[in-house]
């Protein structure tokens, strides 16, 4: 049974720093690649960041570029998403999932199979 669980949100001020990690079971976490998205109320789930297998490849949204780091330790089953310099349009429930297909070529969300249950970054202005 594949689980991916979210930590590391929290409530913080602008221009604060945050890291969350996205721990992996019940797969071959090393060959996947991996993503993050975020949804903010009302709106829709939007892609964030997204890593291939080997950590090679990174990708990135562009309100996140620059800001934003995706990473991971395949020993660890574990993948991070370390955000700087966060605003208050950061705001939202943080979610990892798992891709499936060719990273380069399609990160939309039904590119990503199995979902976290999400954790809640709040950034107060």
């Known amino acids: 049974q594949v689980q991916l669980v979210e930590s590391g949100g929290g409530l913080v001020q602008a221009g604060d720093s945050l890291r969350l990690s996205c721990t992996a079971s019940?797969?071959?976490?090393?060959?996947?690649?991996m993503g993050w998205f975020r949804q903010a109320p009302g709106k829709e789930r939007e892609f964030v960041a997204a890593i291939s297998w080997s950590g090679s490849s990174t990708y990135y949204a562009d309100a996140v570029k620059g800001r934003f780091t995706i990473s991971r330790d395949n020993a660890k089953n574990t993948m991070y998403l370390q955000m700087n310099s966060l605003k208050p349009e950061d705001t939202a429930v943080y979610y990892c999932?798992?891709?499936?297909?060719?990273?380069?070529?399609?990160?939309?969300?039904?590119?990503?199979?199995?979902w976290g249950q999400g954790t809640q970054v709040t950034v107060s202005s």
């Open positions: 999932a798992r891709h499936r297909g060719i990273l380069q070529r399609n990160r939309r969300l039904e590119d990503f199979d199995y």
């Open positions: 019940g797969l071959p976490f090393g060959s996947y690649n």
